[in-house]
């Protein structure tokens, strides 16, 4: 007996039960599975704060089965017998950013594409541009979207920056020179202003920020390899926050906040020589009350810190519990302040929800 998921054919036997005689399927004892649910991870507790203020756990989604539609008794038996179709999993997820209307858009530099969740419509995408002939797509790193949820995906091999429509449509590489080369040396982090149509990209081997025009054009460049004051080492992530620009540093083991000319305003961590918060920050957020949120991906938690970079407390811990990290990347904060985290080695996005006033 066997069934083709993928061309949706039936072999003879499989067909008789099928079709003249189904009803001997509701004659067979239900299996395990559907008799029993299997005992849920123990979800971590609130995290209680100062004035009311709380951070709960919301979810964690890991792969396509998590977004589609539950299947019912029917769906539920055939897959004990043909096997469940095949599924898209997380690979090795680095960044996530989150449009208009609620969906999840996140980089898989192991899958070699990008994975699309729309909760809302319990639909999936996976996107991919690996065999194409003009601009592969070889590591997507990290991910922005502009106000018409276009979305923006560097690609730190290929040196490129690959734009796409909402609904996936490729419109663009920008940085795609002749012979096919990118620009770029290892684009990574992502920011796209829609209202004064600019686009910002660090380019961590250059050490500098890239500010571009919508059709990818160089207007300006921030920053330079040093240790003080508005210059980087390695720099990564990068988000806005009203008019500052907020940029990781990773390797000043800083996270830096300048305006949009690049002017240094502060920063959270070392100044000199001193010892800093941060052994190995990789992705910044930002909530509605201006708190910056900083994944420290060696101690497996998530910072938070005040405007002025005082630490107010963190969350987290190496395991693979929820709630728990291991090699968290990416992280994004939506309008309603949920807290998407990219926990890179457990294959997974975990999702926190902050309670403020």
Same mark, same amino acid.
């Given at each position: 007996?066997?069934?083709?998921?993928?061309?949706?054919?039936?072999?003879?036997?499989?067909? %008789?039960?099928?079709?003249?005689?189904?009803?001997?399927?509701?004659?067979?004892?239900?299996?395990?599975?559907?008799?029993?649910?299997?005992?849920?991870?123990?979800?971590?507790?609130?995290?209680?704060?100062?004035?009311?203020?709380?951070?709960?756990?919301?979810?964690?989604?890991?792969?396509? $089965?998590?977004?589609? $539609?539950?299947?019912?008794?029917?769906?539920?038996?055939?897959? %004990?017998?043909?096997?469940?179709?095949?599924?898209?999993?997380?690979?090795?997820?680095?960044?996530?950013?989150?449009?208009?209307?609620?969906?999840?858009?996140?980089?898989?530099?192991?899958?070699?594409?990008?994975?699309?969740?729309?909760?809302?419509?319990?639909?999936?995408? %996976?996107?991919?541009?690996?065999?194409?002939?003009?601009?592969?797509?070889?590591?997507?790193?990290?991910?922005?979207?502009?106000?018409?949820?276009?979305?923006?995906?560097?690609?730190?091999?290929?040196?490129?920056?690959?734009?796409?429509?909402?609904?996936?449509?490729?419109?663009?590489?920008?940085?795609?020179? $002749?012979?096919?080369?990118?620009?770029?040396?290892?684009?990574?982090?992502?920011?796209?202003?829609?209202?004064?149509?600019?686009?910002?990209?660090?380019?961590?081997?250059?050490?500098?920020? %890239?500010?571009?025009?919508?059709?990818?054009?160089?207007?300006?460049?921030?920053?330079?390899?040093?240790?003080?004051?508005?210059?980087?080492?390695?720099?990564?992530?990068?988000?806005? $926050?009203?008019?500052?620009?907020?940029?990781?540093?990773?390797?000043?083991?800083?996270?830096?906040?300048?305006?949009?000319?690049?002017?240094?305003?502060?920063?959270?961590?070392?100044?000199?020589?001193?010892?800093?918060?941060?052994?190995?920050?990789?992705?910044?957020?930002?909530?509605?009350?201006?708190?910056?949120?900083?994944?420290?991906?060696?101690?497996?938690?998530?910072?938070?810190?005040?405007?002025?970079?005082?630490?107010?407390?963190?969350?987290?811990?190496?395991?693979?519990?929820?709630?728990?990290?291991?090699?968290?990347?990416?992280?994004?904060?939506?309008?309603?302040?949920?807290?998407?985290?990219?926990?890179?080695?457990?294959?997974?996005?975990?999702?926190?929800?902050?309670?403020?006033?």
């Amino acid at each position: 007996m066997s069934f083709d998921v993928r061309r949706g054919e039936l072999n003879w036997a499989w067909k %008789f039960a099928a079709i003249g005689g189904i009803s001997l399927l509701f004659c067979l004892p239900l299996p395990v599975w559907a008799r029993e649910k299997a005992a849920p991870l123990p979800v971590p507790p609130d995290i209680v704060l100062e004035g009311g203020r709380r951070l709960s756990f919301e979810r964690s989604f890991s792969s396509e $089965k998590d977004v589609r $539609k539950k299947p019912g008794l029917f769906g539920k038996l055939l897959n %004990f017998v043909a096997g469940e179709p095949d599924m898209h999993y997380l690979v090795r997820p680095y960044s996530i950013a989150i449009d208009s209307t609620g969906r999840a858009i996140i980089t898989d530099p192991g899958a070699e594409g990008i994975h699309i969740f729309d909760f809302p419509q319990k639909k999936y995408k %996976f996107i991919e541009r690996r065999e194409s002939r003009n601009d592969p797509m070889q590591s997507p790193q990290c991910v922005a979207v502009d106000a018409d949820d276009n979305f923006y995906v560097t690609d730190s091999v290929a040196g490129k920056i690959f734009v796409f429509r909402r609904d996936g449509k490729f419109l663009q590489a920008i940085g795609s020179l $002749k012979g096919g080369e990118g620009y770029f040396k290892r684009p990574t982090g992502i920011a796209v202003d829609s209202a004064a149509q600019r686009i910002y990209v660090t380019d961590t081997l250059r050490d500098q920020i %890239f500010v571009l025009d919508m059709q990818g054009n160089v207007l300006e460049k921030i920053g330079k390899k040093g240790g003080d004051r508005g210059e980087f080492r390695l720099p990564t992530e990068l988000k806005l $926050k009203g008019r500052e620009l907020v940029v990781v540093d990773a390797m000043n083991l800083r996270v830096q906040m300048l305006d949009r000319n690049g002017t240094f305003l502060h920063s959270i961590g070392p100044e000199e020589k001193q010892r800093g918060p941060f052994q190995r920050p990789k992705a910044v957020a930002v909530d509605s009350e201006g708190h910056i949120y900083v994944v420290e991906a060696l101690r497996n938690t998530v910072q938070v810190h005040d405007s002025n970079g005082q630490l107010l407390y963190y969350f987290g811990k190496r395991g693979i519990g929820l709630g728990d990290f291991q090699l968290p990347t990416g992280l994004f904060i939506d309008s309603r302040d949920r807290i998407y985290v990219v926990d890179s080695y457990n294959r997974r996005v975990q999702v926190f929800h902050y309670f403020g006033h």
